[in-house]
């Protein structure tokens, strides 16, 4: 564990060994445990063709499993301590295979287009706001090559530390505001502890916002939907939609063919 985080056991998972890991720069929590969205990434990445990108991947539990699949990894976060903790415990024998791309996303990050099989972002996308979300959607779109994916997971409106934000959320999507879940006072909605560990801007996501930002990119829509993680901390835990698991595919030529000719 990094010298950078505080450390929690995770009681909620049962797993003894899974701890929460508090992250140096009041970005939130991560864990030792891969999340649903983790673990897929891992599967795909031991298939990819073509290196991976792991979005906001803190201390490296994410690309450390790709790693361990076998892929070559680029490893993203905007605080360099997490970097440096992410390749301090690589597997042993990856370190050729990871590379550390400091800075924030997107207004930091380039990549050559078609350069990447995959795109991963766990619990990032809930740090941008929505005019973020589009310019990085595009990036993505611009840097996967045809057929690949960008894989997320991200807090939704609906839990328990941010309960009150909820009905201002869905206040917010009745009147129409392009990006309802974008709460820009945080510690006003709410005095739960772990609000401390978050910054005052939280951007709360949901299924349509973002099949709405991947389709303007040109992305096509593979799962959009609220989702109750394994393992999901108490201070989280609400009603079941307490993340959006989001997944987008890059169309390939076959498939505009197929579009435009019916
Ligand atoms: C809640 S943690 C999630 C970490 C890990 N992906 C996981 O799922 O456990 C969010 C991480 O994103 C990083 N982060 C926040 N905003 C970012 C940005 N704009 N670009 C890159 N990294 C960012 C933070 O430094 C932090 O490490």
Known sequence: MSE????????????????????????????????????????LAGRASRPVLDL????????HAALEAGATVHANDIDPAHLEATARDAPAGTAQRLHLVPGGFPADLEFAPGSLSLVHASNLLNFLSGAEIETGFAKIAAWLEPGGRFLSISGSPYAANIRAFGAIYEANRAAGVPWPGECHDLPAISDDPTISELPRFLHLLDPDVLSRAARAAGLEVEEAQFFHRAGTPDYI??????????????????????????
């Open 4 to 43: 950078a985080g505080a450390m929690a056991k995770d009681g909620h998972s049962g797993d003894s060994q899974a701890v929460s890991l508090v992250t140096a720069n009041r970005r939130g929590r991560t864990t030792t445990r891969l999340n649903e969205i983790n673990r897929r990434f891992a599967e």
């Open 56 to 63: 906001g991947c803190a201390f490296g539990v994410a690309t």
């Open 237 to 262: 835990a609400l009603d079941g939609r307490e993340n959006v698991v989001f997944v987008a595919r890059k169309p390939t030529p076959e498939d505009e063919k197929g579009q435009m000719h019916p």
